[in-house]
Nanobody, 120 residues
């Protein structure tokens, strides 16, 4: 129904930056929300940032002031600009998409993720 692909991860040093991208495709009528989650080994998945079509963007306390999420809903695309990266930001980052399908049903899915590794 909907496919999500994340990209942009990599290995960086502490203090450096990365920009993640998320693209959704498929039988999409419109996007309701796009969210970035992350999960480190041995830890629960946590919400990093969310963008809704009402115009609001919210961030986890741990990334507030360092990460910026943006989205181009017309292109079913979201970005996560990550600055001043810390070793504790190391995780697999997932993009979750909530879409209204062409048949007007709501569908939520996410991609395989992109690995971010920050060396101290």
């Amino acid at each position: 129904q909907v496919q999500v692909m994340e990209s942009g991860g990599g290995l960086v040093h502490a203090g450096e930056s990365l920009r993640l991208s998320c693209v959704a495709s498929g039988s999409i009528f419109r996007i309701d929300a796009m969210e970035w989650y992350r999960q480190a080994p041995g830890r629960q998945r946590e919400l990093v940032a969310e963008f809704t079509t009402t115009g609001s963007t919210n961030y986890a306390d741990a990334v507030q002031g360092r990460f910026t999420m943006s989205a181009d809903i017309s292109k079913n695309t979201a970005y996560l600009q990550m600055n001043s990266l810390k070793s504790e930001d190391t995780a697999n980052y997932y993009c979750e998409v909530r879409a209204i399908l062409q048949n007007r049903l709501t569908y939520t899915t996410w991609g395989q993720g992109t690995q971010v590794t920050v060396s101290s």
